[in-house]
């Protein structure tokens, strides 16, 4: 699977970012993801997170984080971390080590994206925030992405 087939299912999918900050992790929905390099050796996307998010953990998200794509399964979870209130993850149950990437990821995500920031800007209540994926893993090819239409939960 190379990075043009994973950015396929980027339409309207909902994202989770996962970071660490000590031993504290901190997740967030990704209000939007765009692939804006796929070339080998140069994927790079832009996200855009709610501002404040890298302020407000302090946080490796300036190093290495985790981005996974949810499944229709796993709506609970992004409501979870849909609100800007509630960043810290209290219960990590929905979490996993996965030793490929080497990094925290959302249990049974479709798919985990492992980024660094290239850079980032506050515009409004938004971080528009240019990555550089430096690995990705597909996990399951069989569920369907979770999406956010219509302020509902698809």
Known sequence: ???????????KSVFVLLTRKTNEFYATTINSLTPVSVEDGDFKIVIVVKNGFSRKTNSEFKNEFSISLLSQKQADIAQRFASSNRNSV?????????EELNIMTVLDAIFVLKCK????VEIGKNELVICNVVSFKKNDNSLSPLT?????YN
């Open 1 to 11: 699977m190379n990075p043009r087939d994973i950015m396929t299912l980027c339409t």
């Open 90 to 98: 209290q219960d990590d149950s929905c979490l996993q080590f996965d």
């Open 117 to 120: 920031v290239s850079n980032s």
């Open 148 to 152: 956010y239409t219509n302020r509902k």
